[in-house]
């Protein structure tokens, strides 16, 4: 087969992967004999896209997402009025801890990270032998990345493939020597990587391996021992994570945001605290969807698209408001920016106001409360007299209940009461993308998978789990005094790992990082609102049965984890 052919093998990987991924990762691909006109340079660029053209597929708000926060005492989904966001009962399932290999989300989620595991396997094959500058980095990114969705299986599932041969079944590891190979090949990737100079933060560079190497020796000993009594963390696993650290901060190229929110914006593109990000930019077909999740669904963000709105999904939990309630009694949590951003300065007296089309925005961060928004009435946003749009206390009109007005509260849990469409405190972190004509589609703002705040607080956590508080507490203070686009919040004046934990809750709510931080901090098995499971098994989930049916023919290759 002609190399110039292999462009269009990795495009046939967009079309022919089934939905049912194939456990040996194997790929059915097609000798396309017409494609004889690209060159060395269109057959690389063609092989590199595929690898992380699946991103956008993980890290939507019903997978990745569902699985590290609806899992946690974050955010929880209960069935809104009874009837919406039932979907069988997954997302109460997720939340108390009795998910099986049948749940949808856990599928869900396994399918495009081993396809895409696959897809880096192939590029790698395919780009040996050809003739293009780029061919060395783009060797290294697909091995890079190859390591990352094998980390992401390992972390939520228990195992990692190898596999060099896409014409050949993977190799299934577990524990220590499946933690062993995903170093590693992130170690070998990163000599050929860029720098960020030359590729932006949707592209895996030399930085983003060693925030990703760092994560990894951060997790070591829940890595290597799944089910331990005791986590206990080895030395030279924490000398390692304050390296890797260290080589992003010194390198001077990234910068903690001024802006706390902008970090999730629709411009947070060219963000200086982003390291490595889903990019969203290309992809304006409705993947990213962190903004409608959580928001009312009688919220309408866009002057310009009537039918952009919210959904009613997950709200977080009385016990993770109630961490920073205590955190900074007697004062409101709004002392700390990151809670919240008041873009509209409602009137005191909770009437109706008027807002310039151009300039309008909705409150970002948790939203509490009577909320308030553009007023629409069959279909269209009411004006005041000077032609500007009408904003005031919303009511559950899409709800045929406009008697109603739109109250979060702190109260959400599963009972009829806490299952009320407004019930719960919700979570506007990402900004609701201005192209969005539904709330469901065009997604803009690039999703974060390792920013330098992480980097500096898990150096934090390395310090401290070494005994070097003053260290610990330095780093984790230079995170709180960096936001300065509005008032910082208060330098704090000692740290513990129980309140290194709750910082992190507040740096990072809503970004996919909890599941793993609360199975790393030895409270995954702890109780909160709804939850009561204490099974350690539950640290990993399942793998899917559709995987094990799909793999029934290599006898013992594929077996489910413990206590499933």
């Not at 899409?398 to 019930?423: A, L, W």
Request: aromatic share 12%; charged share 25%; with cysteine.
């Amino acid at each position: 087969m002609k190399k110039k052919n292999l462009y269009f093998i990795a495009l046939s990987i967009l079309f022919l992967i089934s939905a049912n991924s194939c456990t040996d990762l194997e790929e059915q691909v097609l000798d396309e004999t017409f494609s004889t006109k690209l060159t060395d340079k269109q057959t690389a660029d063609g092989l590199i896209a595929p690898v992380y053209a699946l991103l956008p597929n993980i890290y939507q708000h019903t997978t990745y997402f569902a699985l590290q926060e609806i899992t946690t005492d974050e955010a929880i989904l209960p069935y809104r009025g009874g009837t919406d966001w039932g979907d069988n009962g997954i997302y109460i399932a997720l939340h108390q801890h009795t998910y099986t290999s049948n749940t949808a989300n856990v599928i869900n989620t396994w399918n495009p990270l081993v396809q895409s595991i696959s897809r880096c396997v192939t590029a790698l094959a395919s780009l040996e032998g050809l003739n293009d500058a780029n061919v060395n980095l783009y060797k290294a990114e697909a091995r890079g990345m190859m390591a990352y969705y094998n980390m992401m299986v390992f972390d939520l599932y228990g195992i990692a493939f190898r596999k060099d041969d896409p014409g050949k079944t993977s190799e299934i590891l577990r524990g220590k020597e499946a933690f062993d190979f995903i170093v590693s090949e992130l170690q070998a990737a990163e000599p050929n990587l860029a720098e960020k100079t030359t590729v932006g933060s949707g592209r895996l560079t030399k930085a983003g391996v060693w925030g990703l190497l760092a994560r990894m020796y951060i997790n070591a000993p829940v890595y290597k021992d799944r089910y331990a009594a005791n986590i206990t963390f080895a030395t030279e696993d924490l000398d390692k994570v304050i390296s890797y650290c260290n080589k992003i901060i010194d390198s001077g190229s990234y910068k903690l945001s001024t802006d706390y929110f902008s970090i999730f914006g629709n411009n947070n593109h060219d963000n200086s605290e982003l390291i490595f990000a889903v990019d969203q930019r290309h992809d304006l077909n409705g993947h990213n969807r962190m903004a409608y999740f959580s928001l009312s669904g009688d919220m309408y963000p866009l002057p310009a698209y009537p039918a952009a709105n919210g959904t009613d999904g997950p709200g977080i939990t009385s016990d993770f408001y109630q961490s920073w309630a205590k955190a900074y009694a007697p004062a409101d949590p709004t002392v700390d920016p990151r809670f919240f951003q008041d873009n509209l300065k409602k009137a005191d007296d909770g009437k109706t106001t008027c807002a310039d089309p151009a300039t309008f925005k909705i409150n970002r961060g948790i939203q509490r409360g009577q909320q308030y928004g553009l007023i629409r009435v069959n279909g269209v946003f009411q004006k005041c007299e000077n032609g500007q749009l009408q904003v005031g206390p919303i009511t559950n009109l899409s709800r045929n209940r406009p008697d109603k007005k739109v109250i979060h509260t702190e109260k959400i849990d599963f009972t009829p009461e806490g299952s009320d469409y407004s019930s719960g405190y919700r979570v506007e972190k990402y900004e609701f993308s201005v192209e969005s004509t539904s709330g469901r589609n065009r997604g803009m703002a690039d999703i974060a998978i390792v920013r330098l705040a992480d980097v500096y607080l898990m150096r934090a956590e390395a310090q401290l789990r070494k005994g070097n508080n003053a260290a610990a507490l330095a780093d984790v203070n230079a995170v709180r005094a960096s936001r300065t686009a509005t008032t910082p919040p208060p330098a704090l004046t000692s740290i513990d790992l129980n309140s290194l934990f709750r910082e992190r809750g507040f740096e990072f709510y809503w970004e996919m990082l909890r599941r793993t931080d609360m199975v790393r901090f030895g409270k995954y098995e702890d109780s909160w609102t709804e939850k009561t499971n204490t099974d350690k098994f539950k640290r990993i989930f399942p793998i899917p049965q559709t995987a094990i049916d799909g793999a029934s023919n290599l006898k013992g290759y594929l077996t489910q984890n413990p206590g499933y």
